[in-house]
């Protein structure tokens, strides 16, 4: 017998989920044929932008399922200030750019 998933912060919106990744994996094929093709490097840096933008908003997505979801489930087991930390740690990498 086979132990179910197990229920995370975003498993109510995986399906959209895994559709937004997959266009922000095309979308980052797509920058490899315009390097391909010998395009305009701002155009290429434009789609750069534009699969940044996408990638924080599944970020997003998955933070604030997490915050619903898994640290209140977290503070109900007594680790509310361990799941506040590693979602703080968590929001300080996605900060980091560049």
Request: proline letters at 2%; aromatic letters at 2%; a neutral charge.
């Amino acid at each position: 017998m086979t132990n179910p998933a197990p229920t995370r912060g975003y498993t109510a919106t995986k399906d959209n989920l895994q559709s937004r990744l997959r266009r922000i994996e095309g979308q980052v094929r797509g920058i490899e044929r315009m390097v391909e093709d010998d395009r305009y490097c701002i155009d290429i840096l434009t789609q750069i932008s534009a699969i940044q933008a996408a990638l924080d908003k599944v970020a997003l997505g998955l933070l604030d399922g997490h915050a619903r979801h898994c640290m209140h489930e977290g503070a109900q087991e007594g680790r509310a200030d361990e799941m506040a930390s590693e979602l703080m740690a968590a929001v300080g990498r996605l900060m980091k750019r560049g």
